[in-house]
């Protein structure tokens, strides 16, 4: 299965790619309970792809870049449109920007340098699922949310869970370069 490019899992991330401008379309038209479907079917889709690969032994090299490609381009375009509709701060926007271009510089390191392509760590996907849930806050069409703290608690543990995810990568990426660890 190394050779295929489209199969299931990675037809699920090219999705998620394909979702955001109409994600953007329709939140911005004011179509919040379209957009929030689209987001959670951006949010399924991520689940899904790593668990039906392994399902159906269908894990592939280009699902392993594909995959958290995929998330990074969601998360940042929604997080720079919703810097621009002031409704994120900058410094956490700048945080997730940064966090993944540098991410993804390591792993283009890593895979030139010692031919090892990477998959996601564990506290990444925390990380990203802590990030999901506050873009699912703040689309969320009924004001139910705005009563409790919820956009402010899932902010601060996404920004929590992105630094702790972005610490074990770093280690990762040494562990590697260092010849210490070549577990992708």
Known sequence: ???????????L???????????L??????YLTVALAIMIIAVLSDWFDGR????????????????????KLCLASVAIYFL??????????????????????GAVYV??????????????????GFVSMLFIVMVWPHPVFELYPLKDLFLY???????????????RFYRIHKGLDYRA
């Open 52 to 71: 039906v690969a392994r399902w159906t032994n269908e894990v592939s090299e280009m699902g392993k870049i594909i995959d958290p490609l995929a998330d």
């Open 157 to 171: 543990l996404s920004a929590l869970t992105l630094l702790y995810s972005f610490s074990q990568y770093c280690m």
């Open 1 to 11: 299965m190394e050779g295929r490019i489209f199969n299931l899992p990675n037809s």
């Open 111 to 128: 895979k030139c340098r010692h031919s090892v392509i990477t998959t996601s760590l564990w506290p990444g996907k925390w990380a990203v």
């Open 25 to 30: 379309y329709y939140y911005h038209n004011g």
């Open 13 to 23: 991330s090219f999705l998620r790619i394909l979702l955001i401008p109409w994600f």
């Open 84 to 105: 621009w509709m002031e409704k994120l701060p900058l410094w956490f926007v700048l945080f997730v920007l940064l966090r993944d271009i540098l991410i993804f510089v």
